[in-house]
């Protein structure tokens, strides 16, 4: 039996619930190859997709050959199962809420990490900020996870929303320290020079309002040098470089999913079909 830093590893970009496409990578004939290979997925298993139910059960079966980061469609889904947080109109989570093993599912769900680090590499959903070192993106991860495996979870849940406070301090307390680190790692995009989180705008990097970049392109980020593997940022696409891997590539709106082994950068993508009534954010 190999051990864990001998395995072969897939990232592999958002699920969003289209657990097809997830079954047609794992049969993919270079991935299928790898038998005994990990998948790192990078945030967002459920939710617009139609199967939302289905992939988590799947990504769940495969044991610890898959590890998930928390995305933010993830905690929403903690939020709805929590009562704090309506279903929407383009959610597809009730499947999950109704499911006879709803609390099996959503305990595992918790007990995800929101970052994750090995094989030289550092996986989030959506991105960092730039005065944090990748020792400090993992310790200050820990800090939230601590409290969504804790008996005060739903508690949590009613206050994780908003965005402020906008940026970092390291006298942050309590929730609003825990809210920073949730926005940052579930929900950036865009930031400044400074680090203040932008969450407005969802077009591609390009398009950055004034005074702000995209949080990777912080001149000094000093996460730099450490290959990020992150999701997020469908509009932003397949971006490979010595340290970025954004692999969110919208598959749920009718692009592809695609995986990445971290080992040789070898590439798959799977063709999705986008799901009726659901449209790609501008």
Known sequence: MSTAQDRNVWAVGDLQGCCSAFDALLQHPHV???????????????????????????VMALGDRAISVLGNHDL???????????????????EILDAHDAREIIDWVRHRPLAHAGHGHLMIHAGVLPGWTPEDVLARAAEVETVLRGPDWKRFMASMYGDEPAAWRNGLRGMDRLRVIVNALTRLRFCSAKGVMEFETKSEADDAPAGFMP?????????????????????????????????????????????VRLQDRALVQIDCAAMPGVRAPR
Request: charge should be negative; include cysteine; proline fraction near 3%.
């Open 32 to 58: 299928a190859e790898d038998t005994d290979a990990q998948f790192w997925l990078a945030g967002d298993l459920v939710n617009r997709g139609p199967q939302s139910l289905g992939t988590l059960r799947h």
């Open 76 to 94: 929403h889904l903690l939020a709805a199962a929590a009562g704090e947080r309506k279903l929407r109109r383009s959610d597809t989570l009730a």
């Open 215 to 259: 949080w990777f392109d912080v001149p000094e980020r000093r996460t730099a040098g450490t290959p990020i593997v992150f999701g997020h940022w469908s509009t932003l696409g397949l971006k490979l470089t010595d340290d970025l891997l954004a692999l969110d590539t919208g598959c749920v709106w009718g692009g592809k999913l695609t995986a």
